[in-house]
């Protein structure tokens, strides 16, 4: 749950104005309808694409590039979340939006089934029907895709990414920037290397090592 008074208007910015940055936009939205706790104030997009600078998108505008943004918001007190797939490129926005002073988002969808005895780190993005077990952990800025399962004493580390399907059984673990493409399994307590990636479709019977 977001930690501010009831009612309270917390202001957001989206950084990565594709395709995942709209679902992030929705999920915000879904968030803020379910929440006692305060709702989302998204207030646009900040895209490095040149093409889309002051375009309006999902009613919302692009403010500029990331160092346009750090300039015109300089010193305001404000979330951000990285919607960016590229699990490196996410690492290097993040870096550059935390010493800038700005505080992650966690965004997680209100179909998502997590357990009380889970680790959710701040920056992640949990999306719709998703689950996690108990004990699992899900590590900065890890992004979980639609219908996607952690399961116990799982960990996704830092960076990570499981798109659409894929099944993390428990106690695997899955380092930082490691990649599980859609409908991907990684049999029960097996390791995915960091920046490893399982392609979409595949099973890991064994462990993956890093950066293959």
């Known amino acids: 749950e977001m930690n501010v008074p009831a009612g309270a208007k917390i202001p957001l910015v989206i950084v990565g104005a594709g395709g995942h940055g709209q679902e992030v936009l929705w999920v915000a939205a879904r968030m803020s309808l379910e929440s006692a706790h305060g709702a989302w104030n998204v207030l646009g997009f900040v895209d490095d694409r040149a093409s889309l600078r002051g375009n309006i998108i999902e009613g919302l505008p692009v403010l500029g ?16 979340h990285c919607a960016v797939g590229n699990n490196h490129k996410r690492q290097s926005l993040a870096k550059i939006m935390l010493e800038a002073g700005f505080l992650p988002a966690t965004i997680i969808d209100p179909m998502t089934v997590v357990s009380p005895r889970a680790t959710i780190k701040a920056g992640a993005y949990i999306a719709p029907r ?10 900065e800025f890890a992004l979980i895709n639609v219908a996607s399962s952690i399961g116990h004493h799982a960990v996704m580390g830092d960076f990570t990414q499981a798109c659409p399907g894929a099944r993390v059984n428990g106690h695997c673990v899955v380092e930082e920037l490691a990649f599980l493409g859609s409908n991907s399994v990684v049999y029960p307590g097996k390791r995915i290397g960091e920046s490893a990636t399982l392609s979409a479709g595949s099973f890991a019977l064994r462990n993956v090592k890093p950066r293959t």
């Open 65 to 80: 590039s990331v160092k346009e943004f750090l300039v015109s918001h300089a010193g305001r007190s404000l979330y951000f």
């Open 130 to 139: 998703v689950f996690v077990g108990p004990l699992a952990t899900i590590g």
